[in-house]
Every structure is written in structure tokens, then in C-alpha cells.
T-cell receptor, first 119, second 111 residues
């Protein structure tokens, strides 16, 4: 089945120790997104790519970086994790950007998430 | 400012009842609307999308959209305990390439 895969599912790191989260997709979608979600909050968009064109949300901290080496894979790097970075990190994909209302390619599909704990 | 508002709940309904979840949005030119279900500790799962005014039905789920009132709702008929989850409303606003999420409404269905 076509899907969005995230690894690892659970990641424990120490304060200040860099960590990399990965996402892969077999949907052949053009757009990939990284979200951060804390308890009882809405998912917060960090980055998105159309193919290799990178888009950074204005309020995404510099501590967060992202790479998309090819269509299938995307990585989230947290250079110096702080206690406030503990969250669920969600990867999502969509076939295209929402250029036309009502198009199925507007739909975003999420991976299972990576739960990050910072000690 | 882009805003999507949902009552945080919890909304409690007995098994077999109709659950009604509501969402309002601030931007008049919003064009695409989605409902996601999120179980505790899991990722969001897309359950409905709606783009035109009126109702859209899929099994036990009905999405309702009223663009004039800037209101979208999700009805769940014959609610089951397995429907207990947080339901996230998400909106694509014209000119933006990304979703804006509400904070979600927690639904509790009691046996």
C-alpha cells in the first residue's frame, strides 16, 4: 500500500544533542510537509517542499532545518534540542499545492509521527 | 489573520446518538475544508473533504459547508465508542498553499 513512513516512531535525545527525524513516501507526491504538534494543540507547520523547492514558515526557529534529497525522502534536523522542542513531529504529503479549489490533490496525508522526548 | 475556531470540548454523546462537531473560519475566501480524526498519541487521519456549499455524505459521516456563514460541520451518525477521538478542522485559504488547522474538538462516545 502507498503510504507515508516516519522513523523512528519514538526518539529520546538529550538537551542540546542533535537529532534527525526521517520521512519517506511511496505516494509519489510532489509536496512534503513537516509539522510540530504539542499536546492539545493544532499541528504547527514548520516547512514544506514542492519537489526540492523549500519553503520555511516565518516563525520556524533557526534550530530546525530540513532536507529533501529526493522525491521520496525528507528529513527534519533539530540542531540543539531544548525542552520546549519535545513534541510529536508529523510528516505529511499532498500530490500538489491547492492551485484549484475542489481538487483531490489538495488533500494532505500524514505519516504516523515521531514522538520526541528531550531529557 | 487566518483563524480556524473549534470548541475544544469534550463533547460527550451516548452510543448510537448523532455527534455534531462545528468549525468556523475567519477568511471569507477560504476554498477547501477538511476534517481529520486524531486518536490520542496518533497522527491525524483524513476522513472528509468538502469544497462546495451543502452536504457531503460518506458512510456515517456528513460534512456540511455554509460559506456565507463561514461555517463547516461534521455529523457522525450512530456514534460508536471507537469514534472517541479529537476531530481537527482544517482549511485552505485562497492564495495560501498550506492548511490552517483548528485546535480540535475532543469527542467522547460512551457505551
Amino acid at each position: 500500500d502507498a503510504m507515508v513512513i516516519q522513523n523512528p516512531r519514538y526518539q529520546v535525545t538529550q538537551f542540546g544533542k542533535p537529532v534527525t527525524l526521517s520521512c519517506s513516501q511511496t505516494l509519489n507526491h510532489n509536496v512534503m510537509y513537516w509539522y510540530q504538534q504539542k499536546s492539545s494543540q493544532a499541528p504547527k507547520l514548520l516547512f514544506h517542499y514542492y519537489d526540492k523547492d523549500f519553503n520555511n514558515e516565518a516563525d520556524t526557529p533557526d534550530n530546525f532545518q530540513s532536507r529533501r534529497p529526493n522525491t521520496s525522502f525528507c528529513f527534519l534536523d533539530i540542531r540543539s534540542p531544548g525542552l520546549g522542542d519535545a513534541a510529536m513531529y508529523l510528516c505529511a504529503t499532498s500530490r500538489d499545492y491547492p492551485r484549484l479549489a475542489g481538487a483531490a490533490y489538495n488533500e494532505q496525508f500524514f505519516g504516523p509521527g515521531t514522538r520526541l522526548t528531550v531529557l | 489573520q487566518k483563524e480556524v475556531e473549534q470548541n475544544s470540548g469534550p463533547l460527550s454523546v451516548p452510543e448510537g446518538a448523532i455527534a455534531s462537531l462545528n468549525c468556523t473560519y475567519s477568511d471569507r475566501v477560504s476554498q477547501s475544508f477538511f476534517w481529520y480524526r486524531q486518536y490520542s498519541g496518533k497522527s491525524p487521519e483524513l476522513i472528509m473533504s468538502i469544497y462546495s456549499n451543502g452536504d457531503k455524505e460518506d458512510g456515517r459521516f456528513t460534512a456540511q459547508l455554509n460559506k456565507a456563514s463561514q461555517y463547516v460541520s461534521l455529523l457522525i451518525r450512530d456514534s460508536q465508542p471507537s469514534d472517541s477521538a479529537t476531530y481537527l478542522c482544517a482549511v485552505i485559504i485562497t492564495g495560501y498553499s498550506t492548511l490552517t488547522f483548528g485546535k480540535g474538538t475532543m469527542l467522547l462516545v460512551s457505551p
